[in-house]
């Protein structure tokens, strides 16, 4: 069993940046993805970032060259690092870990990001 808490969400001017972490409880040594997923008011949940055990990373267009995605094995961790942050950014941002050979992911419970003026 694997809980998720996010921590480092707030409000910031466009522009800002934040950089949002995800600690798990269990070990994530095992996780083959680790992802961080949005939802704005009004929309659907989406993946923004993943990192694959391997290291390998995968960006949303909308976040592409803007957010990195890390992960700290050793810490438990996996964070987003945003910058050049834009109002169309502000969501619910949501800390996701699958663990290999399970059929299913482990959620966070949500850290609010708002940007704006």
């Known amino acids: 069993q694997v809980q998720l808490v996010e921590s480092g969400g707030g409000l910031v001017q466009p522009g800002g940046s934040l950089r949002l972490s995800c600690a798990a409880s269990?070990?994530?040594?095992?996780?083959?993805?680790m992802d961080w997923y949005r939802q704005a008011p009004g929309k659907e949940r989406e993946m923004v970032a993943r990192v694959w055990s391997g290291g390998s990373t995968y960006y949303a267009d909308s976040v592409k060259g803007r957010f990195t995605i890390s992960r700290d094995v050793a810490k438990n961790t996996v964070d987003l690092q945003m910058i050049s942050l834009k109002p169309d950014d502000t969501a619910v941002y949501y800390c996701?870990?699958?663990?290999?050979?399970?059929?299913?992911?482990?959620w966070g419970q949500g850290t609010q990001v708002t940007v704006s003026a």
């Open positions: 269990g070990s994530i040594s095992s996780a083959n993805v």
């Open positions: 996701y870990v699958k663990l290999s050979g399970q059929r299913s992911g482990y």
